[in-house]
């Protein structure tokens, strides 16, 4: 769909408030990296190109395989949004249109919205079009001004806000469309703020405010998708939503979930109708499972499995790297490990069958 926009993800910050060795960005929601939510994110609304703003020590060491169209910049000192997005000058400081700007810590966005977000700023015409979102607790993020005519002028960080400006509850979920040329001339004027005197990328919304450039925005009713994860503790809470979402594509294709809250099923398992996950199970990453199966509780389906149809799986029961015919039963305390257990087999209780196992 988008020939003339391009994305960046911005994903060098310091994972300060995670308290963690590695960049956020790549901690696990479901066995996919919230980059790769994001990531996902952008090519389901037809970009094909884009950016993502690294920092080597931030970085160092971890693995992540990028996608088709996809490069890094890299930010050297941690200066802040604004400067990140700066960092991309070099490859899009004369690109033409526009350009997506989205935080690698927002992973529950929806393709619908980001969808609304480029067809309002692209109808406006927009310098910038950013995606806003009223919380009960907008404690932390930047909060939305507007004027007497409703207009954006600006946005006020938490750190710098009034007590007045604490109390608005709309608040910038950090997705922002901008035309490249503006964007980048902004960048450059903009000075250091805060108790971290960093660049903040919400200062171009005051200064295309004085420009009389036109802002726009849209408004998310979904307070979920616009959850920024910066601590442990938000990382539950996106896990959470995250995992209700995925339990409920499963509930309306036909799968039975006993148990909601202690069942957690990862975001790329197949499981076909007919089949009852009882409590306390964790089925992970590429597992497929066919149907009428019972998946007893405290069982858990590890990485690379194929669960053809109609199998019995009781409690205790660990499967990895296995395939496990149709019909078959593993009733009671089981582990097995990359092996072939056949159609109809029944495999006694406190089984221990490994490759090295004959069955
Ligand atoms: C930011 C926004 C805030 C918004 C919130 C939404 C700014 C100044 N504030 O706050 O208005 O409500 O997100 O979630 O933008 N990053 C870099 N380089 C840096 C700093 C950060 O690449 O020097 C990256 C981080 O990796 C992260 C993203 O930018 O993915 C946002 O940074 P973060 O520190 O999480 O900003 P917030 O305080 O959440
Ligand atoms: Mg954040």
Redesign the pocket.
Known sequence: MENNMVAV?????????MHSSF???LHKIYGKS?LGYVLDDIRSIGIKKGLI???NQ?WAGQKFPLPKGIRVAF?K????????LLQTQKTLGRFNGDILVL????PLLTTETLRKLVEKHRLNNAACTLLTVTLKEPK????IIRDEKNDIVK?V??ADASLYEKMIPE????VYCFDAKEVFKALSSLKPK?PKK??????CVEIFAKHKLTIESIHTENQDE?????SRLDLARAQTIAKNKILTKFMEAGVGIIDPTTTHIYNDVRIDQDTIIYPFTVIESNVTIGKKCRIGPFSRIRPDSVIEDSVEIGNFVEIVRSRVGSGAVIKHHCYIEDSNIKKGVNVAAGSVVTKESKN
């Open positions: 993800i911005l994903a060098a910050g310091k994972s300060t408030r960049s956020k960005v919230m703003v690294i920092n931030n930010q000192k941690l200066l802040g949004t604004g400067h990140a935080y690698g810590d927002t932390g993020y930047g909060r946005i960080e938490e608040i910038n979920a950090g805060g960093e660049y903040y990328l919400t200062d616009a959850i920024g994860v910066n």
